[in-house]
């Protein structure tokens, strides 16, 4: 029989003793140093189990007070029906974020310690990471307010080549097409299509010695939704070493991919892609926390810059993260939103073999892309008032109106619209 870990010990314990009525309804139960000492664990172990069961509904807390027994028969399951792809991920963070505020934590008058992130937050998400394939040193996890403050960092930093230029595909992030504009940085851009980007021209950028990174997003691709290769990562892969040019693999939504494909940084063997994971897409936009892996050749100077801007992301936040890590939460919710994309994405097969659609299109994961390059009414579509996107932001220059988005609200009726215009 194998042996529990001291998280499970703690939760039998307290679960049996209240089903038991040992611990008896509205009964305070032992404080966290105590059960800590009992069980010859840290006072987080204690608090994840505790957690716990909160979520199961066997006991509430009081601030200032401590843990009381609910009455029997009020506690339920954990599964629960999600009505809102975010719901049931907002509930278990704040769940989370009221744990942080009980108790007396020591985090919050360290201030000036944690310039790198919460220790206790890179600890969750360096075992997070690893269970995702992403292996790295602890050390090398840095976190920062958001994959914006990131990119603003990465470029105002020196790198080793003393590079200066930077490389977008187009389209792309729009707020990577801002941050451009906004301080004047000088840059080079590549066309990222359907099927990917021309090696041969991206060759040609390395090739200048003026490239000091290449942003990508290289697993479903923002605005057009697609992923590279595997032969296209190591090809690029292999082109960013002969030139000793940097790779920032922005991942912002790695978690929704249920085949778990290879990052550039699990190919990686030069240290050359920074690789970021941002929390926003997962969980809501409201969280404003990311986190990065990054080469020991740049960390110095991105820490020393960051720490310019501010000391830490906020701690109660990133504290109530890697509780909700550690607690499991993140996963479930993961397994949650992958459902829901999958419910989604029947959603949007069954209406397109109710109404077929008349131009090429693929899927994303909040909706459908359309292949407009063929079709001859462009003009119209973009005053036809069918709440499509056409992306105008994603690019530098005048957007080409190549592709658009329509959610699956508005699917049937773009449909019929387009049916009717080619008729």
């Not at 990052?263 to 990686?268: A, E, G, I, S």
């Not at 609200?409 to 009717?420: F, I, S, T």
Request: aromatic content about 12%; glycine content about 4%.
């Amino acid at each position: 029989m194998k042996k529990q870990s001291k998280y499970q010990e703690v939760v039998s314990y307290l679960k049996n003793g209240i089903e038991s009525g040992r611990f008896p309804t509205g009964s305070r139960l032992p404080s966290i140093r105590q059960l800590s000492l009992d069980f010859h664990c840290s006072k987080d172990t204690v608090q994840r189990a505790l957690l716990e069961l909160r979520h199961e509904q066997y006991l509430y807390a009081k601030p200032q007070s401590g843990y009381y027994v609910l009455e029997q028969g009020q506690h339920q399951d954990l599964e629960i029906e999600v009505t809102d792809e975010h719901a049931s991920a907002y509930d278990d963070f704040r769940l989370c974020v009221n744990e942080t505020l009980i108790g007396r934590e020591n985090y919050l008058f360290n201030y000036y310690d944690n310039q790198e992130g919460l220790e206790d937050l890179r600890q969750s998400i360096h075992k997070l990471l690893f269970d995702q394939a992403l292996y790295c040193k602890a050390d090398q996890l840095v976190l920062t307010s958001g994959t914006q403050q990131a990119l603003f960092i990465l470029s105002q930093i020196s790198f080793p080549s003393q590079a200066k230029e930077i490389l977008v595909e187009q389209p792309t992030y729009h707020r990577m097409n801002r941050l451009l504009i906004a301080q004047g940085l000088d840059y080079q851009t590549i066309e990222r299509g359907i099927d990917g980007i021309d090696l041969e021209e991206l060759e040609g950028h390395f090739k200048t010695g003026q490239i000091k990174f290449f942003y990508t997003i290289p697993r479903f691709h923002y605005p057009l939704g697609h992923s590279y290769s595997e032969q296209d990562k190591r090809a690029i892969l292999d082109l960013a070493a002969k030139y000793g040019v940097y790779i920032v693999e922005d991942d912002y939504l790695g978690d929704l991919d249920s085949k778990r494909g290879q990052t550039f940084h699990y190919l990686d063997t030069e240290e050359r892609v920074i690789y970021i994971k941002s929390f926003s897409t997962s969980l809501f936009p409201a969280l404003r926390i990311t986190a990065l892996i990054l080469p020991n050749a740049i960390k110095e100077a991105f820490v020393a810059y960051k720490n310019i801007l501010d000391y830490d992301s906020n701690l109660i936040m990133q504290k109530a993260l890697s509780l909700y890590i550690d607690s499991q939460l993140f996963e479930k919710n993961r397994l949650a939103r992958l459902s829901n994309q999958e419910d989604y994405q029947k959603q949007i097969e069954e209406r397109l073999a109710n109404t077929p659609c008349p131009l090429p299109h693929f899927p994303l994961h909040d909706g459908l892309l359309l292949d407009l390059r063929q079709y001859p009414k462009i003009a119209s579509l973009k005053h036809s008032q069918l709440g499509l996107n056409f992306f105008e932001e994603a690019y530098l220059g005048a957007c080409p109106y190549q592709f658009a988005k329509v959610s699956l609200d508005n699917l049937e009726k773009v449909l019929n619209y387009l049916k009717a215009e080619l008729d």
